[in-house]
């Protein structure tokens, strides 16, 4: 029996209860109905009919996933002493509820956000014109990118039955740009305005679509579920400091919690899967911490033939894996691959809605190339000596943004049904 009276285990205590309730909540609002009809489907496989009549209508509230996740980190954090507990309600409320970054990141740890938010704040304006720079380059992002090329990829990903293997591979390369634009787009803006109020959040890409492995990918994409994942889960089960074998389980349980943490679809659990299976090799080969503190072509202007073969594999990797992100089902994934795979043929897509493919091709490869120019800060995606650069890149922001809204496309985040 676990004595409770001394102070360690009174700290122990809370931690688990803090966990255990944000957790069950967490778990009742997006995973319920997900394990009855697993636990029934498993049952139908056995021969045993059951007819569901225990789901329930639950409404998942919106971006649930993060803020339980950032309510979790006060708690780590007071326990392992990197924070000292709030007395401020309102101020541990504000952390919890910070509207820009509530609903869909990035996942704010207490020991930056809160601290921030419990100290005076004086208006600057500097930090403030960076906070409507990252605001502009965010929607840029969201409406230029994402929100354009969603009607292709929906459209491909509905009727990948009736499309060759050309087609079907489009569909998931645009929607890896579609989803980069969509997440990265809203951070970008969350960041940006929380800088309107003085609050520095962190950083959650990093260019990830130059990673030179699938390492340095988990080091620039979503980067604040992955240090929460590292600091919170992986850490703590021994990281890489126990033995090979049981940091190959810890990264195997890291990806899989991602996975599920994602959604609750078999899709997303596969998706983790092979995230973890594409991440072992490259840390059995002590690769996974050598592209750290770089990035591609770091000290020439253009890169290296061998840094562009790797960025374009690790993209291929990232990309194929969407296919199970993507996808409605478990089925549709593996019959989407089966068709590429027996229908290799090419035919020349056309735009659902009637416009130039062409123009599409040439914007995102303007877009990746000035996302190169831009590599080395995240932070200023307007960083040019010239005012008069500056000027001209602005208007092209903006006209671009009117030239490409469409009034008819549903402009949700992505990210939001997490």
């Known amino acids: 029996m676990i004595d409770f009276n001394t102070k360690k285990n009174k700290r122990k205590l809370w931690l ?50 993060f803020y339980t996740f950032q309510t979790m980190s006060y708690s780590f954090d007071i326990y392992y002493n990197k924070l000292k507990p709030t007395k401020d309600f309102l101020s541990f409320a504000a952390f919890v509820s910070f509207f820009p970054q509530l609903v869909a990141g990035p996942i704010e740890r207490a020991s930056n956000l809160l601290s921030q938010i419990i100290n005076k704040r004086t208006f600057s304006y500097d930090q403030s014109v960076n906070g409507l720079k990252l605001i502009l380059w965010g929607l840029f992002k969201k409406v230029v990118i994402a929100d354009s090329l969603a009607p292709i990829v929906d459209d491909i990903f509905a009727n990948y039955s009736t499309y060759s293997a050309s087609t079907l591979i489009l569909g998931v390369t645009l929607f890896s740009f579609q989803v980069y634009g969509d997440f990265s787009g809203y951070s970008d803006i969350a960041i940006g305005t929380a800088k309107l109020f003085g609050i520095e959040l962190k950083s959650n890409f990093k260019f990830p679509n130059f990673s030179r492995n699938v390492a340095e990918y988990w080091q620039r994409w979503h980067v604040s579920l992955s240090t929460w994942f590292r600091h919170y889960v992986y850490i703590p089960l021994g990281g890489s400091r126990v033995s090979k074998l049981k940091s190959v389980r810890n990264i195997i349980i890291i990806f899989l919690v991602s996975g599920f943490w994602h959604g609750a679809n078999w899709t997303f659990i596969f998706w983790g899967a092979f995230h973890a299976l594409a991440f072992i090799p490259v840390f059995l080969m002590g690769r996974n911490t050598i592209y750290k503190n770089s990035v591609v072509g770091e000290n020439s202007l253009f890169p290296s033939f061998i840094e562009i073969g790797q960025v374009l594999l690790t993209f291929s990797i990232v990309t194929f894996s969407r296919i199970f992100f993507r996808s409605e089902s478990i089925t549709d994934a593996f019959e989407f691959i089966k068709r590429i795979l027996s229908n290799f043929t090419y035919e020349v897509y056309n735009h659902p809605m009637g416009y130039r493919m062409v123009d599409y091709y040439i914007l995102i490869a303007l877009f990746v190339l000035y996302e190169y120019r831009i590599r080395k800060d995240e932070r200023a995606p307007f960083k040019f000596k010239s005012k008069i650069v500056r000027f001209i890149v602005y208007t092209i922001v903006i006209l671009g943004m009117l030239l490409f809204y469409d009034s008819n496309i549903d402009r949700s985040f992505i990210y939001f049904q997490f």
């Open 16 to 65: 688990w209860v803090s966990v255990l309730f944000n957790v069950g909540l967490l778990g009742f609002f997006k995973y319920y109905n997900f394990f009855v009809d697993s636990w029934i489907d498993m049952f139908s496989m056995l021969g045993y009919h059951i007819k569901s009549t225990w789901t329930l209508k639950v409404i998942l509230p919106v971006g649930i996933s």
